[in-house]
């Protein structure tokens, strides 16, 4: 499915996958040469470009390339700003699919049962105390993602929608039978 949040962090720059590695890089040159009309951008995205000038002929219901065999392709080379860069890459669904597939420790409760003579003393028959924490730990193989609540996706859905990120919640528990 489409991660909703994801796609919106990454092109608002809000992400902190924008701060970090080559993209932060780039984001703190970008920022050094603001109004500069001769700084063309440090970041060098991945891909392929098309080298030998043949344009793309695209069937236009299905999106496939018809000339195919006539194109040649080398690595990407060309320089931009990361703002540009993120707003187009990561304005497609394509770059922000993500699998429903992943496990969760949703709760743990470790309790112990008071002696008999503790209670017998405040005429209680039963007295039980208990550590209780919910949504401690998420696995996900991919950390971009690591912050989607998939639990309310589990129907078929192709995007997730605004949501805030599961949180961890911790309790104490005190139960009295009389």
């Not at 420790?105 to 470790?110: A, I, W």
């Not at 912050?147 to 605004?162: H, I, R």
Request: aromatic share 12%; glycine share 8%; hydrophobic share 30%.
């Amino acid at each position: 499915m489409v991660d909703y949040m994801h796609n919106k962090t990454m092109r608002g720059g809000a992400n902190i996958e924008t701060t970090q590695g080559a993209l932060g890089e780039a984001r703190t040159a970008d920022d050094l040469h603001a109004g500069d009309p001769n700084f063309k951008g440090i970041y060098v995205g991945q891909g392929m470009v098309v080298s030998n000038g043949v344009p793309i002929n695209f069937d236009t219901q299905t999106g496939a390339i018809l000339n195919y065999d006539q194109l040649q392709f080398t690595a990407n080379t060309t320089p931009t700003h990361v703002q540009d860069y993120c707003s187009k890459f990561y304005g497609i669904s394509a770059s922000n699919l993500m699998s429903k597939t992943y496990a969760k420790l949703r709760e743990v409760t470790l309790g112990y049962e008071l002696p008999k003579s503790w209670s017998e003393k405040l005429s209680i028959s039963k007295l039980t105390v208990s550590l209780v924490g919910r949504n401690l730990i998420y696995f996900y193989k991919n950390k971009s993602f690591r912050d989607v609540d998939l639990d309310q996706y589990n129907y078929g859905t192709s995007s997730s929608g605004l949501q805030s990120p599961t949180t961890s919640r911790y309790g104490f528990n005190i139960n009295v039978v009389f």
